[in-house]
Nanobody, 129 residues
Framework: EVQLQASGGGLVQAGGSLRLSCAAS????????IGWFRQAPGKEREGVSC????????YYVDSVKGRFTFSSDNAKNTVYLQMNSLKPEDTAVYYC??????????????????????WGQGTLVTVSS
């Protein structure tokens, strides 16, 4: 059974940092692209970042480029999202998800929630001003 477990959320002041973790079980990263999404109250779920297992490419939404970093530890089957210089607008529930589609390049679908096959539960990030 494929499972994803996100953790690491919390309350932080603007300008602070958090590191989110997503532990996977039931599959190995070699077969999947792993994405991070977030959803703020009243807003649609937004793709934040994704790492493609095919070539290690990492994608970011423009609003987090230069502040967030996606990394992975394959030995632990865990991916991370290091979030620096956090802003109040980063406040959201953050989710990790796994994508197995092979009919389109990850670069073209990574930020679309319907592209993903498995989702973890969310972890809440609150950034105070």
């Amino acid at each position: 059974e494929v499972q994803l477990q996100a953790s690491g959320g919390g309350l932080v002041q603007a300008g602070g940092s958090l590191r989110l973790s997503c532990a996977a079980s039931g599959f190995t990263f070699d077969d999947y692209a792993i994405g991070w999404f977030r959803q703020a109250p009243g807003k649609e779920r937004e793709g934040v970042s994704c790492m493609s297992s095919a070539d290690g490419s990492v994608y970011y939404v423009d609003s987090v480029k230069g502040r967030f970093t996606f990394s992975s530890d394959n030995a632990k089957n865990t991916v991370y999202l290091q979030m620096n210089s956090l802003k109040p607008e980063d406040t959201a529930v953050y989710y990790c998800a796994a994508l197995t589609r092979r009919d389109a390049p990850v670069s073209t679908i990574w930020d679309q929630p319907p592209s993903y096959d498995y989702w973890g539960q969310g972890t809440l990030v609150t950034v105070s001003s």
